[in-house]
């Protein structure tokens, strides 16, 4: 008999910053090291040490790049930890480009705190440094997916397909002759750039995303929506922003965009890409042609229809051009990047229109946005909100109930326990009546910083 315990460190009680310890008596492993985003006080706790001994911590495994399951890595490398980073090829791939492009905003925000003395800390300082998250690349392996590796005598684990975001994968673990299954976040079945998400068969306990627990994804027709909302933009002279995620909603706005134009849907209206990250992110596609269905040749198509913008003089030069545009640009939930420029010079004109594509976290500018603010804070200043804001839930990368009650489809024997994570305490607690009343399963909700205890 051997004892093992889990440490819930992010994404418990809350969708962000993924991190869950697994202490045994061969190998402690951390599956995702994300950041909160979000509350602030959530994002606060990014600068608290995590309370266990980071330098005791063997290896770290990926479920898939996104911030919230990755943005903490180099705070991680600074507080010891010297084991490997180990993910599939394509999540490590985004990882990089994420962390790169993560350390660069903070460091440009502590800058700009600095130079205009908004920041309650004197200096501000960057969450981490481009140089830091260089080292923690030093760190990273690849690993081929649906291959078991041993990690000690008694540990394995492999990953698995799970749709999402281009590289996501699930991670079963066998733990002295246990099943641990990790979800991740889990794909669509039909989604427009990936494969659907396969399903684990079996598992004694299971660690579950549930965004979207409680709801199910509207019926609505996205391509519907854009036309219609090119043609106002068309017609009233003004501008279309999307802010998006840079990994997979940009490159699905993109394919979309691109085959409105194809099929003669809606004019040839400039469309401006600035994501630097997004822009990175496509060569990520181009690398891992197998990771999902686009056909190159359109993928090449879709890219040469794009204005793709590589410098913060060009952005002006985009805000500064009169003509009607369509803009994509990060960040998702307006919590940072470029789209903070473009909202700061367009959003307080009638003409402008917003469209919010996706989850929209809790104090996030996005939700904000989404609850009709008439005002929005950023650069340390109040911004009136006078464009009009649209909003399109079904872009989402995120499987919704009915998408998670299949997922769990396929698993032969009953879980020992199911531990919800990665949600809102409304959406948990729904999906947690709707397993216990479709399965009979024991489901859990467990609470941040929580530790549990297990005998196998």
């Known amino acids: 008999m051997q ?18 310890l697994i202490e045994t008596p061969e190998k402690n492993i951390l599956i995702d090291c994300g950041m909160f985003q979000g509350l602030k ?7 608290e040490h995590l309370p266990i001994e980071v330098s005791e911590i063997d290896v770290v495994l990926l479920t898939h790049g996104h911030l919230d399951h990755t943005g903490y890595l180099p705070r991680l490398v600074k507080q010891g930890f010297r084991g490997k980073i180990i993910g599939t090829a394509p999540t490590l791939a985004i990882t990089k480009i994420i962390l790169l492009d993560s350390a660069k905003i903070h460091e440009e925000e502590a800058e700009r705190a600095n130079e205009e003395g908004y920041s309650k800390h004197k200096p501000a300082e960057p969450f981490y440094s481009v140089q830091e998250a260089e080292v923690t690349l030093g760190f990273f392996k690849a690993e081929e997916k649906d291959q078991w590796i041993e990690l000690s005598e008694n540990i394995k684990y492999r990953f698995r397909y799970n749709g999402h975001i281009i590289g996501a994968t699930f991670i079963e673990l066998e733990i002295f002759g246990k099943t641990f299954v990790f979800s991740g976040d889990i794909g669509r079945e039909h989604d427009l750039l990936l494969s659907p998400p396969e399903k684990p068969g079996y598992a004694d306990y299971l660690f579950m995303e549930s965004t979207y627990g409680n709801k199910l994804h509207p019926q609505e027709s996205v391509s519907d929506k854009l036309v219609e909302l090119i043609n106002k933009t068309i ?5 279309l922003i999307i802010p998006s995620f840079a990994v997979e909603r940009l490159q699905t706005l993109m394919f979309l965009l691109w085959k409105l134009y194809d099929e003669n849907r809606i004019p040839n209206i400039p469309i401006f890409i600035d994501s630097p990250m997004g822009n990175n992110a496509l060569s990520v596609f181009q690398n891992f042609p197998d990771w999902h ?21 060009e ?6 051009n009169p003509q009607p545009k369509v803009v994509i640009a990060g960040s998702g939930m307006v919590t940072g990047g470029r789209v903070l420029t473009y909202l700061k010079q367009m959003k307080d004109k009638t003409n402008t229109t917003v469209l919010l594509v996706g989850y929209q976290a809790e104090g996030t500018r996005g939700r ?9 804070k950023f650069f340390g200043k109040y911004y009136p909100v006078k464009a009009e804001i649209h909003h399109i839930e079904s872009l989402s990368a995120h499987a919704d109930q009915q998408g998670l009650l299949d997922w769990t489809s396929n698993i032969k024997n009953k879980p ?9 305490p409304t959406a948990q607690d729904a999906f947690r009546i709707k397993l216990r009343d479709t399965y009979g399963w024991k489901v859990t909700i467990p609470k941040l910083y929580e530790i549990m205890e297990f005998i196998v």
């Open 235 to 239: 017609h009233n002279r003004g501008n």
């Open 315 to 320: 952005t002006w030069e985009t805000i500064d």
């Open 3 to 20: 004892t093992l315990k889990i440490h819930f460190l992010g994404a418990a009680g809350t969708v962000t910053g993924s991190k869950f």
């Open 41 to 47: 006080e959530l994002r606060e706790k990014n600068w």
């Open 368 to 376: 904000q946005m989404l609850e009709g603010a008439h005002e929005l």
């Open 416 to 424: 020992e326990e199911v531990f919800l994570i990665h949600g809102e």
């Open 293 to 313: 269905k686009i056909p190159m040749k359109d993928f090449n198509a879709m890219n040469n229809r794009m204005n793709i913008i590589t410098s913060y003089k």
